[in-house]
């Protein structure tokens, strides 16, 4: 639910984000809950449209039908359960374990820092539309243990913590240990927390833990390439946060090493490192995965203009239809679409449909700078 309410939001932005043009000017609406609209900016187009801002989600509100009760549900009943959870699991006592604040050992997957980062990210976006003191003073403690749990050279994993410490950065491939995965959650929960509070207090974590990986990863550095996408995805939102070009030098690093495995072990095809980035004609491999691929290539695209190959398979209905019969079929999560095309093996699957979601804003961004080149 709360991977849902993310979505929601970032749907709420995209609507914001509708477009329309005339004259030699662009003209960006936004619509409100009557639906009528109104216009927010205008700038002459007389030479090239190189970005396009967005109307901030803060300014758009669902006041009524579906999306309302979903989202009130998800204030109401399934952010503070989430933490309990959280709480009861040990996942955020690994916090504090990490930090030497509480005795203990880490509990639980090796994924378990992302969880409490995930439900960070889905709280800040329901304070900024509800507010609340309690969940905030809330929020603010959890923050501060993620901030205590962090070593002085940036580095925060707190299943590597401890008597892992020998083996970090070992895991990225093969036999992953979601390392990266995690550090991009918690970079990306940071920008929207910063985003939707105006505070750095988990921000300053994430630039601090970016550099540390930008330390280790990148041209003249070691050459390796995540298992998982997000990592690229966090380190895109923040550049777009702090405007600080390395960290998209670094996910354009890791995104276009994918298919250079010679001289590294390869994720193969289930993390789209078969080809490299630009002879990939189709999607391929693990879905979720591949969705986020999609869409951080698609930032890349907008940003330097790069039409990928892909982009056919990426509007063909046909291409759409069978991604959303995803193959979770045995213990692979792919993209079987050249195998499987019958609606009674679709299973829905949250994160491919919030990777949708994401996918057409980038799409949406790219097609208007496209038109005004």
């Known amino acids: 639910m709360v991977l849902i309410t993310v979505a929601v939001c970032v749907m709420l932005t995209t609507i914001s984000r509708l477009c329309s043009a005339a004259d030699g000017v662009f003209s960006v609406r936004h619509y409100g809950a009557a639906g009528d609209g109104k216009k927010v900016d205008t700038v002459a187009i007389n030479k090239a449209v190189k970005t396009v801002k967005p109307v901030s989600f803060a300014d758009v509100r669902v006041d009524e039908g579906l999306w309302a009760k979903r989202l009130e549900i998800s204030r109401t009943v399934t952010i503070p359960e989430c933490f309990e959870r959280c709480e009861e699991t040990g996942r955020i006592d690994n916090f504090a374990v990490a930090a030497g604040l509480k005795e203990g050992q880490f509990q639980g997957a ?12 889905g709280a800040v976006y329901s304070l900024k539309v509800h507010p609340d003191p309690k969940l905030e003073t809330y929020l603010d403690g ?39 995965y995690c550090m991009g ?37 070691r050459d390796a390439v995540p298992h998982h996408q997000e990592i690229e995805s966090a380190l895109i939102k923040l550049y777009r946060a702090t405007k600080e070009r390395r960290y998209l030098r670094l996910a354009q690093f890791f995104i276009d090493r994918r298919g250079h495995f010679e001289d590294r072990p390869t994720v193969t095809f289930y993390g789209q490192d078969h080809l490299p980035v630009r002879e990939q004609s189709e999607i391929v491999g693990h879905a979720v995965r591949g969705m986020y691929h999609c869409v951080n290539i698609a930032y890349l695209s907008t940003h330097q203009l790069r039409v990928w190959p892909a982009w056919p398979a990426l509007v063909l209905p046909t291409r759409w239809g069978r991604v959303l019969r995803l193959g979770l079929i045995g213990f692979v999560l792919g993209l079987f679409w050249h195998f499987i095309g019958f609606n009674w093996l679709c299973i829905g699957f949250d994160w491919v449909c919030i990777g949708f979601v994401f996918l057409d804003c980038e799409i949406i961004f790219f097609s208007v700078i496209l038109c005004y080149k």
Not at 110 to 121: A, F, G, L, M, R
Not at 160 to 174: A, D, L, Q, T, V
Not at 189 to 205: C, F, I, N, P, Q
Request: charged share 30%; aromatic share 10%.
């Open 185 to 221: 959650h918690m970079i990306e929960a940071s920008v929207e927390h910063y985003r939707m509070t105006g505070k750095r207090t988990m921000l300053d974590v994430a630039v601090k833990l970016a550099d540390h990986v930008d330390s280790i990863f990148g041209p003249g550095k």
């Open 110 to 121: 090796h994924y378990n820092d992302s969880d409490v980062y995930k439900i960070v990210q």
């Open 142 to 180: 959890v923050i501060a243990r993620i901030a205590a749990a962090q070593e002085p050279d940036g580095y925060l994993d707190t299943y590597f913590m401890g008597e892992r410490k020998k083996i970090r950065f070992k895991n990225i491939s093969p036999g992953p240990r979601h390392e990266l």
